[in-house]
């Protein structure tokens, strides 16, 4: 069974930063291009950023260039999303998602996805 697996949602206030783990526990994730998305309650699905595993490049979202950085750990299989400077338009739930490499922005390009967790940014 192939899964993808995320963590480390919560509360945070403006300004702060918050880190997003994802694990896939079938497959090397190295393997594909990871990208993340997010659906607050009300609205679609937004893409967010991408990691290729072909030229090893982040692709980000006008949103969120300059304030989220995604990064690799090969040993624990798993790719983790560093948010800082969070403000309260960033309050959604958090997919991580994983495709064949290149990257790509639409949700249905996406073969596997993570259950989701909850980020809520407010004072």
């Known amino acids: 069974q192939v899964q993808l697996v995320e963590s480390g949602g919560g509360l945070v206030q403006p300004g702060g930063s918050l880190r997003l783990s994802c694990a896939a526990s079938e497959f090397t994730l190295d393997n594909y291009a990871i990208g993340w998305f997010r659906q607050a309650p009300g609205k679609e699905r937004e893409w967010v950023l991408c990691?290729?595993?072909?030229?090893?490049?982040?692709y980000y979202a006008a949103s969120a260039k300059g304030r989220f950085t995604l990064s690799r750990d090969n040993a624990k299989n798993t790719v983790y999303l560093q948010m800082t400077s969070l403000k309260p338009e960033d309050t959604a739930v958090y997919y991580c998602?994983?495709?064949?490499?290149?990257?790509?922005?639409?949700?249905?390009?996406?073969?596997?996805w993570g259950q989701g967790t909850q980020v809520t940014v407010s004072s």
């Open positions: 990691i290729s595993s072909r030229d090893r490049t982040t």
């Open positions: 998602a994983a495709t064949a490499p290149p990257c790509g922005i639409g949700w249905n390009y996406y073969s596997y």
